[in-house]
């Protein structure tokens, strides 16, 4: 059996990941977000709230039985609040670091320390973006956390080369997709977001990815991981 931890399974890219996965009856797939509505025979809902850091630290990985693949996608994410430092919510700006980030590297840790001993294929697959390489004015908790990602991403991975029995590590942007977190671009504040027209335009135009789409391209590199050699890059780049 191949185990997915994914995390945000209850919509967009996530939900997708999920969805396209339990289509193999040998594939298991643990979802973890606030809200679940997947029901599959190969499906464990794990109700955790991300921003809560502990619920985070309370969440175990479980032992397996005959593992053949494990794989921990790091999906769950946050825009925030879409406006520009000195104007933003302080909740908004720890939530979004804690769900963004915190999580993402308290469960990498627990992952690679609860299956060290495992000899099989191993593989983390953190969903990164585009706004983790530029800055996107009125997103900068959002870019920040981004950046974070890909740089924890390409150091794990790294150490990883020296492990006995190691970790693949990626850090993979998926494009513009459209999701709920689109939507909620699209309903920030022109005045706080100086790209909104361009993100409205996106989807009146029909630009956006869909998320099956995207879900269908996470799939084969995590089944061809002898033609995804680098740790970070994005979608578009894959064909
Ligand atoms: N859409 C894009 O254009 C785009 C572009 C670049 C990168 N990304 C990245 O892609 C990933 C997926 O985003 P999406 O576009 O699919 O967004 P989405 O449709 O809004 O889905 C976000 C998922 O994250 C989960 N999540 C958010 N906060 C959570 C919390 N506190 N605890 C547990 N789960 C939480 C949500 O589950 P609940 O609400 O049920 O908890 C939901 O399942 C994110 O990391 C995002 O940054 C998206």
Same mark, same amino acid.
């Given at each position: ?77 946050? &825009? ?7 104007? @933003?919510?302080? *909740?908004?700006?720890? #939530? %979004?670091?804690?769900? !963004? ?83 909620? &671009? ?7 977001? @100086?790209?909104? *027209?361009?993100?409205? #335009? %996106?989807?009146?135009? !029909? ?33």
């Amino acid at each position: 059996m191949n185990y997915y931890f994914i995390t945000g399974t209850s919509s967009g890219i996530g939900q997708a990941l999920a969805t396209e996965l339990l289509k193999n009856e040998n594939n298991h797939v643990f979802g973890i977000s606030r809200r679940q509505n997947l029901m599959d025979v190969n499906f464990t809902p794990v109700v955790l709230n991300l921003a809560n850091i502990e619920e985070v630290n309370g969440f175990h990985f479980p032992k397996l039985e005959n593992p053949e693949k494990v794989v921990l996608i790091n999906n769950a994410g946050q &825009i925030g609040d879409i406006k520009p430092i000195g104007d @933003s919510d302080n *909740k908004a700006i720890a #939530d %979004l670091f804690t769900v !963004n980030v915190t999580s993402v590297a308290i469960f990498m840790n627990k992952f690679i320390s609860n299956y060290a001993s495992l000899p099989v294929a191993k593989t983390i697959l953190n969903v990164s973006s585009g706004a983790g390489k530029n800055p996107i004015e009125g997103w900068a908790t959002y870019c920040g956390s981004k950046a974070a990602v890909d740089l924890l991403s390409l150091t794990t991975f790294t150490e990883q080369q020296r492990a006995l029995n190691p970790v693949m590590v990626y850090s993979i942007a998926p494009g513009v997709v459209d999701t709920e977190m689109q939507a909620s &671009i699209r309903a920030s504040n022109e005045k706080d977001f @100086s790209k909104h *027209k361009h993100f409205v #335009d %996106l989807k009146a135009n !029909n630009e956006l990815t869909s998320p099956l789409e995207v879900a269908d391209k996470y799939i084969m590199i995590l089944n061809q991981p002898e033609n995804f050699k680098a740790c970070i890059f994005s979608l578009r780049d894959v064909k």
